[in-house]
């Protein structure tokens, strides 16, 4: 490593710096490891923190780094290696990622990060990423531009970071609690243009609830909502949005998000939306028939680009997906006769991933129609796929 480090001089530095458990059930002779664990464990630790020094040496040259460790060893640090004595010059993006955190993590939490964070320190640090821990104190993060992605914070912490970091632009959070505080927080108002939220249950609406009820994004562009079930939190994003009346122009759906009946009414809150994705796993072809323009207006007016990728288990042999298909197209030909003056849908394209035993393909009437869309200028695509079993 100290070979390398020489060679490549002053070359900027991408780093993972991780350490698994030493693993205690054999050694390389196949006999049980227990006494070989114990009287080398010592000899293994000191040559780690060598390892890590060594790294350490040319923190002037780190850009992009990620440091996956125990809580312990990120405690430990501080008395092993003098931080204060290193600076991160050329330190873009900081990833800290630590697990085993202990119940007086706190204090030694911020201590630590100030050493990474501070601008004194990392004078170019814009991207940065922590695990869970309760902030004691305010943190140094007013130079940070994004933020995340922050996995298993609670609602209260999250929104303590983000009060220290006022020029955020992009917010990435990963909810996994089963449940949210149940304290009522002020809307905090955030500079970010661009908001990723992803949840993994439907027990975590309930943290997604009181995460928007915390927020106001008048800035806010880009939206992007990630896997969650359940049909609670839906009207606290519609509070969000109206609350907000920011200019969004980027809305992504996907992975098994329910939204549906609640779909048209948030489109209708921003009428400055330039794209639409949508990853899912159920749609109602309602929607597609609330969103056919008319001569006189539209809901979508500005709409560019919308781009579905529908993920089908059902019998294809009912009709059921040729109906969207013909949803989808009225939709996207209402669009070429609007007479709205800002624009017209460009760009569509339909993904149908369908179980593999289907047989299921478009009809010659929609191929017929989807053509006629091409010829008049739209770039249209219907295509179907079969992977799913």
């Known amino acids: 490593m100290e070979h390398y480090l020489n060679q490549s001089r002053d070359a900027s530095l991408t780093l993972f710096i991780t350490a698994g458990n030493l693993d205690q059930s054999f050694d390389e002779t196949g006999h049980n490891s227990d006494e070989f664990v114990e009287s080398n464990l010592d000899y293994l630790k000191l040559h780690s923190w060598d390892a890590l020094n060594i790294l350490f040496l040319s923190s002037r040259r780190w850009k992009d780094v990620t440091i996956n460790l125990s809580w312990a060893v990120f405690i430990e640090m501080p008395y092993c ?120 249950f439907s027990s975590h609406q309930f943290q997604w609830i009181e995460l928007l009820n915390s927020l106001i994004a008048t800035q806010l562009e880009n939206l992007t909502l990630r896997r969650l079930a359940g049909d609670h939190w839906q009207p606290s994003l519609l509070d969000f949005i109206s609350r907000s009346r920011c200019p969004l122009q980027t809305l992504t759906l996907c992975d098994d998000i329910y939204i549906d009946q609640y779909l048209l009414q948030l489109l209708s809150l921003v009428s400055t939306l330039i794209s639409l994705t949508m990853k899912v796993y159920a749609i109602d072809d309602d929607l597609f028939n609330g969103l056919v323009a008319t001569a006189e207006s539209s809901i979508i007016p500005r709409l560019q680009q919308f781009d579905l990728v529908y993920s089908y288990y059902g019998q294809t042999e009912n009709g059921h997906l040729d109906n969207t298909v013909l949803c989808i197209l009225a939709m996207a030909e209402s669009q070429l006769q609007s007479s709205s003056s800002v624009g017209f849908l460009e760009q569509f394209s339909v993904k149908y991933d369908v179980l593999a035993s289907s047989s299921w393909d478009l009809n010659s009437e929609s191929l017929l129609r989807l053509r006629r869309l091409n010829e008049a200028g739209m770039k249209a695509s219907i295509t179907v796929v079969r992977t799913l079993t």
């Open 81 to 200: 290696i003098d931080l204060n004595d290193h600076r991160f010059d050329q330190l873009e993006c900081l990833i800290l990622d630590w697990h085993g955190q202990g119940e007086d993590g706190g204090e030694d939490g911020d201590n630590f990060v100030s050493l990474f964070t501070s601008k004194a320190q990392s004078p170019r640090l814009r991207s940065l990423s922590l695990s869970e821990y309760e902030p004691q104190g305010n943190l140094p993060f007013c130079h940070i531009t994004t933020l995340g992605p922050m996995r298993g914070w609670s609602t209260s912490g999250m929104i303590d970071v983000l009060t220290n970091c006022h020029n955020v632009d992009s917010f990435t959070i990963i909810l996994d609690k089963g449940h949210g505080t149940g304290i009522a927080l002020q809307p905090l108002l955030i500079k970010a243009r661009s908001l990723d939220i992803e949840g993994y």
